[in-house]
């Protein structure tokens, strides 16, 4: 699928709600019906046994049950936004196959977990992979795998930035920053696939929450696709 988008004038905007839904299943769709109506293309959970995490007590209320998974896909196929989810572990990786997702995601710490990452090369599944940790240059010789930049840092200022020129293979940003500026010369630079972390609101912060202070509030959704879409539009027109 993102080779289909790599060869357009296309963007491809993803939406990561954990851990702002704080667990609900009302917030988890309140704030995938924002991402929708403000032309996110997809939005993304993360899924994992709460003590196999760092701070895994503190994690308990972010477990997803089976039926708040069941009711989440429901809805995002009801309101028509793609829907995926990181997993941690390679027993969820059935998962995958379960929920029909368009393509798997991997945060970047998950690149060390051998036994997952051997799933995926096996399934020939679409996935995206962030690089923030670990080189993953290996890993983008498979066909159906696609890599993200990534400063793996809670939060990231834009200090923190960096940039490597994108190419067929790593394309685009997965944004952990205060702000949007880097997704904005990302975009200016040719990335086409963005990822950021969305909240509610920016003033409730649990303690598990805290890194996360560069996710994006609502409100400020608003330009954001239109911004990130004309930047890559003027870059594949020039290139």
């Not at 939406?15 to 917030?27: A, F, K, N, R, W």
């Not at 708040?68 to 936004?81: G, T």
């Not at 240059?137 to 020129?165: M, R």
Request: with cysteine; proline share 3%.
């Amino acid at each position: 699928m993102f080779d289909e988008i790599i060869n357009s004038q296309k963007i491809y905007l993803i939406g990561e709600l954990h851990p702002q839904h704080q667990g609900e299943l009302s917030v988890a769709k309140h704030m995938a019906l924002n991402c929708k109506i403000h032309g996110f293309d997809c939005v993304k959970l993360q899924i994992y046994d709460a003590h196999t995490m760092p701070k895994g007590d503190l994690k308990q209320y972010l477990e997803i049950s089976s039926y708040w998974l069941d009711e989440f896909a429901r809805y995002c196929e009801k309101i028509e936004i793609d829907f995926t989810f990181s997993i941690f572990d390679e027993k969820y990786f059935s998962l995958y196959d379960e929920y029909s997702v368009p393509f798997i995601k991997v945060a970047s710490r998950s690149v060390s977990n051998k036994a997952l990452i051997n799933k995926i090369i096996s399934a020939g599944r679409p996935t995206l992979i962030s690089n923030g940790m670990f080189e993953i240059d290996e890993l983008l010789k498979c066909e159906h795998i696609w890599g993200l930049q990534c400063v793996s840092k809670y939060p990231s200022f834009l200090g923190d930035f960096t940039w490597k020129p994108v190419n067929n293979k790593v394309v685009g940003y997965s944004c952990h920053h205060h702000g949007i500026e880097p997704m904005i010369y990302a975009a200016a630079h040719g990335a086409c696939v963005f990822e950021k972390h969305i909240t509610p609101q920016k003033g409730f912060q649990c303690e598990t929450e805290q890194a996360h202070l560069g996710s994006l509030q609502i409100s400020e959704l608003a330009d954001l696709r239109s911004q990130l879409t004309i930047l890559r539009r003027m870059y594949a027109q020039n290139h």
